[in-house]
């Protein structure tokens, strides 16, 4: 490798190692509240990109930690470096602090009562007793294509509307009658018109929910107090046949689906960048080549959602993971297993 080169590589990996591997200065915290049981929250400050770690783990975003009391320890990247945190609990004003390396090292948080709101929350237990309605689920088709420079993904609304329908199908199949607890929604024509006019709000809103927090919000996450006109569609919907029970399934999926094109070039280039590694390794050099950079890129995140259907409130979230459901086998393994809730969830106890 050319000297010059050879420097320049050495500095680089050198910055990302000092960058990454910095010590910081740690300081520990004993975070506490009354009453006690609040969810701990770390954010990073808003306009501020920094390395800093808490209990170990990297704040990007917002961080559940566990409940108070618990040691929290701050590992600050450098001396101005600062992490806010949110005390949480159900029923509770929420309380906030900013922490940097002069902070008290103790902090115990008074809560104030929310008068009207309830301390109670849905529990994991009453999962395996309640009785469900599936909603129209969403997905979301991304295409995979390309390797290499020319690899990119974009959304595509046909394959999207098409995948959706498939599994809507295979749900409304699977749950009749096969599950005593599960039932398809049912929805007259005017009403599913009134559930496509809000149902990209309503995406907007869940996917801003975090499933370790959904207990902890100060307020029920009320889906009628964030996505405009829900309440009137859910007094509709409970009101038609068959759809008398209390909670409600959603479904939201993103799936990435690999072109044909691409898997292809992942061989081809899988191929080549063993024979290059080869080659220059037989010249005595050292080449670097990383075969996973074309790795196939495909599959389905699924969240699910139960919604109380008197209340609105989002009671439940869980994550699964699928195949590619624009594949017929994938689409009905993804159908049977949402078909089977709440016993596959309650298994996972």
């Known amino acids: 490798m050319n000297k010059k080169y050879r420097v320049i590589l050495v500095s680089i990996i050198a910055l990302l190692t000092v960058g990454m591997s910095a010590c910081g200065t740690k300081k520990p915290f004993l975070v506490d509240s009354n009453p006690q049981g609040a969810m701990i929250v770390a954010t990073p400050m808003e306009d501020k990109v920094n390395w800093t770690r808490v209990n170990g783990l990297y704040v990007f975003s917002e961080t559940p930690l566990g409940e108070t009391p618990k040691?929290?320890?701050?590992?600050?990247?450098?001396?101005?470096?600062?992490?806010?945190?949110?005390?949480?609990?159900?029923?509770?004003?929420a309380a906030h602090s900013v922490l940097d390396l002069n902070a008290a090292p103790n902090l115990s948080f008074d809560l104030e009562r929310i008068d009207g709101v309830s301390e109670k929350i849905f529990t994991k237990d009453e999962l395996a007793s309640e009785n469900y309605a599936i909603l129209p689920p969403y997905v979301g088709v991304y295409i995979h294509s390309g390797v290499g420079n020319l690899d990119k993904t974009e959304f595509s609304v046909d394959i999207s509307r098409e995948v959706t329908e498939n599994i809507s199908a295979e749900l409304s199949t699977v749950v009749d009658g096969s599950n005593k607890q599960m039932a398809y929604i049912n929805m007259d024509e005017a009403l599913s018109d009134e559930w496509q006019n809000f149902s990209d709000r309503l995406n907007s809103y869940l996917l801003k929910l975090n499933k370790k927090r959904l207990p902890y919000y100060s307020l029920p996450p009320l889906v009628s107090s964030q996505v405009k006109g829900f309440e009137?569609?859910?007094?509709?919907?409970?009101?038609?046949?068959?759809?008398?029970?209390?909670?409600?399934?959603?479904?939201?999926?993103k799936c990435v689906s690999e072109t044909t094109g691409r898997k292809v070039g992942n061989v081809v280039f899988g191929i080549l960048?063993?024979?290059?590694?080869?080659?220059?390794?037989?010249?005595?050099?050292?080449?670097?080549?990383?075969?996973?950079?074309?790795?196939?890129?495909?599959?389905?995140?699924?969240?699910?959602?139960?919604?109380?259907?008197?209340?609105?409130?989002?009671?439940?979230?869980?994550?699964?993971?699928?195949?590619?459901?624009?594949?017929e086998s994938a689409c009905k393994k993804m159908a049977t297993d949402i078909g089977k809730f709440p016993e596959n969830d309650t298994k996972k106890k």
């Open 71 to 93: 040691d929290v320890v701050v590992n600050f990247s450098k001396d101005t470096e600062t992490i806010h945190l949110t005390v949480e609990k159900r029923g509770y004003t």
């Open 273 to 327: 960048g063993a024979a290059t590694t080869g080659v220059y390794a037989g010249m005595g050099q050292s080449f670097y080549y990383d075969p996973t950079a074309f790795n196939p890129d495909s599959g389905t995140l699924t969240i699910l959602f139960v919604i109380d259907a008197k209340t609105s409130e989002v009671v439940h979230m869980e994550h699964r993971v699928f195949a590619d459901i624009t594949k």
């Open 232 to 253: 009137p569609f859910l007094e509709k919907l409970t009101k038609q046949p068959g759809n008398d029970r209390p909670y409600l399934v959603y479904a939201w999926s």
